[in-house]
């Protein structure tokens, strides 16, 4: 196989899996505060006086999750824009 088609092979993939870590950490992220805000909603509703004890932990797991996709997006980024491990990898076979 020509070393160009490796190379935009690798690159076509590593735009996908960008797309996919992305695409999927914001979809989990919104899954995850929708059922938060109603679950919390849920329990204001059934004992108002714990109110300022749901809203603490309810924002500690909202930080949780806003890392999680964080995480995710960087990861994606470095993949698009950044050095790609896997390129590197393909270009320094194809070297040898």
Request: neutral net charge; hydrophobic residues 60%; aromatic residues 10%.
């Amino acid at each position: 196989m020509d070393t160009a088609v490796i190379v935009g092979q690798v690159q076509s993939f590593s735009v996908l899996a960008a797309g996919l870590l992305i695409s999927l950490a914001a979809l989990g992220t919104a899954i995850g505060f929708g059922l938060l805000g109603g679950k919390y909603l849920e329990g204001i509703a059934r004992q108002p006086e714990l109110g300022p004890m749901l809203m603490l932990r309810m924002f500690i797991v909202a930080g949780l999750l806003d890392a999680f996709a964080a995480i995710s997006i960087v990861m994606g980024m470095i993949l698009f824009f950044g050095n790609n491990p896997f390129l590197n990898a393909v270009l320094f076979h194809v070297a040898k």
